[in-house]
């Protein structure tokens, strides 16, 4: 308990400098490039599996941008690699937080993807993983976060826990209904299980976003044809006719019921039917 109060304290007090040293760090070209050069550096001793030297190199990135939440991202891997799960969670955790207090980081969706992927990755890899999962759980159930609840999904499906994970799924897809991310991972996931609730995830996703391939295929697998037009039931068109029976509209035979009174004799003849000339 005290230790996850202590690790809550230290990444508000991280988030706090990341916002403070983002502002003072922007225009400053000359450290962006430095610390992207120790970036580089590192992406290189990682490829050639020097674990060691790479987490080296993307912490002398990170001392030298904070905001650099791609250095944090391969610091987690470097980690992860080197089976300190531990210090991988806490990089990959800051990662996330730094992508918050930067432009690109708002909108870089397929790199926060990775990043969620790495972490959960290495919470389900931990020997300390159901203590990192009721962290994540605590945190999600406090905040109503959907993000922590598809994290804790993912440590769960890689730790061969499906029922953890569909469940933790369906919770991230109620809390955020209009988030395609979300809908899109939880749709495909339970489609994955053979689940009846993926095709609504997934309907939901392919109405967020029509573009999408891999939703758009997932749901031709089902018959669906995909496309802007898939809508929630009551998001439907109501019908043009009245609720209730249909008026009366005094019907009898093939002629309409004249009005009491009045004089079917006055009624204007019929128009001439129109013949064509013969040849």
Do not use: W
Not at 86 to 106: C, F, N, S
Not at 138 to 162: F, M, T, V
Not at 215 to 238: Q, Y
């Amino acid at each position: 308990m005290v230790m996850s109060i202590v690790g809550s304290l230290g990444r508000k007090a991280l988030m706090m400098s990341l916002v403070s040293l983002a502002a003072g760090l922007a225009g400053c070209a000359d450290i962006v490039t430095y610390s992207r050069d120790a970036q580089e550096q590192g992406l290189q001793y990682y490829d050639a599996g020097q674990y060691t030297d790479a987490a080296g190199a993307f912490n002398n990135a990170i001392k030298q941008a904070p905001d650099n939440y791609q250095a944090r991202y391969y610091l987690g891997s470097s980690y992860a690699r080197l089976g300190n799960y531990e210090k991988a969670i806490l990089a990959y955790r800051t990662a996330l937080d730094a992508m918050k207090v930067t432009y690109g980081g708002q909108r870089d969706t397929d790199f926060r993807n990775k990043i969620i992927d790495g972490l959960a990755l290495a919470v389900a890899q931990s020997p300390n993983r159901l203590v990192e999962m009721d962290k994540i759980q605590a945190d999600a159930g406090s905040r109503a976060n959907a993000e922590n609840y598809i994290i804790l999904a993912k440590a769960c499906q890689y730790a061969g826990d499906p029922d953890g994970a569909m469940e933790s799924y369906n919770r991230a897809a109620m809390l955020a209904p209009n988030d395609f991310e979300v809908q899109k991972q939880s749709g495909l996931y339970l489609d994955s299980l053979g689940q009846p609730g993926a095709v609504g995830a997934l309907s939901r996703a392919n109405a967020l976003n029509p573009e999408d391939q891999v939703v758009a295929d997932a749901l031709r697998r089902h018959n669906i044809i995909p496309g802007p037009s898939l809508k929630e039931p009551h998001e439907l068109a109501k019908p043009i006719m009245p609720n209730g029976p249909i008026p009366d509209l005094g019907l009898g035979g093939n002629k309409l019921a004249q009005p009491a009174g009045s004089d079917q004799s006055s009624a204007p003849a019929p128009a001439p039917s129109a013949t064509y000339p013969r040849d």
